[in-house]
């Protein structure tokens, strides 16, 4: 029997006891690892280099920073790891800012712990995890700016081959390092795929990378 993949999470909250609270909340998880924390915006770019999170929990509210900002440094240095938004504020606008600078999660801080987890556990799967009524107007918002950029022929027009390819195996869900492995190519290089669509389609994240390659395969389809 085959041992489960194991999700290394990485926490940065200002409060030593909401990190103590995440840290025995992941320890206590067999799926999970802590692969480190940090308490401020300066220490965690530090530990950058050092670390190879699947997810990252992020506090927007920081001492020395931004946490929405933290959020798109963290999306643009790693794409393909998955960010959760911790907040206490139970707010709609703070949620899709968090979103659209590249988190895949939204979570208040009086939120259950299994939320959390389940929130965990979802993000890892490419799936965007907020309240549903914030689901639908980001979906909603997305559509009306973009709705152009997700009909086929615009598509088929802005993008190169290998782009489409990546393209669509991103619509089928299929996550970075599958796709480098199914097209023979490094990851960094389906990275620098990524990067080139979203500047193409002027989308801002990966999660309106996910959103527009789903509306385009559905339009195509």
């Known amino acids: 029997m085959s041992k489960p993949s194991i ?3 990485f926490i940065v909250d200002d409060h030593e006891l909401v990190r103590q609270g995440l840290r025995q ?3 206590g998880e067999v ?3 802590l692969c480190g924390e940090a308490s401020s915006v300066d220490e965690a770019l530090k530990m950058r280099p050092f670390l190879n999170p699947d997810v990252a929990i992020v506090d927007i509210s920081l001492p020395d920073g931004n946490g929405l900002d933290l959020i798109k440094q963290f999306h643009y240095w790693k794409p393909q790891m998955q960010i959760i938004a911790l907040s206490m504020h139970d707010d709609e606008l703070y949620a899709e800012r968090a979103i659209n600078n590249g988190a895949s999660g939204y979570i208040n801080k009086q939120d259950s712990a299994q939320k959390l987890l389940l929130g965990i556990r979802e ?3 490419s799936q965007i995890f907020v309240k549903p009524e914030i689901a639908e107007n980001l979906l909603n918002q997305q559509f009306q700016s973009n709705y152009l950029l997700y009909d086929k022929n615009n598509i088929l027009t802005k993008l ?4 489409l390819q990546v393209f669509d195996l991103i619509s089928k869900g299929i996550k970075t390092k599958d796709i480098a492995n199914n097209l023979k ?3 960094k290089t389906i990275e620098t795929h ?3 669509i979203k500047d193409k389609l002027s989308l801002t994240s990966g999660t309106q990378l996910i959103r527009a390659a789903i509306m ?3 339009e195509k389809d």
Do not use: M
């Open 123 to 125: 993000v890892v799967k």
């Open 7 to 9: 999700t290394k999470v």
């Open 25 to 27: 909340l992941i320890d």
């Open 194 to 196: 990524r990067r080139h």
């Open 160 to 163: 190169t081959d290998r782009e």
């Open 216 to 218: 385009w395969a559905l």
């Open 185 to 187: 190519l490094s990851v």
């Open 31 to 33: 799926d999970l690892t």
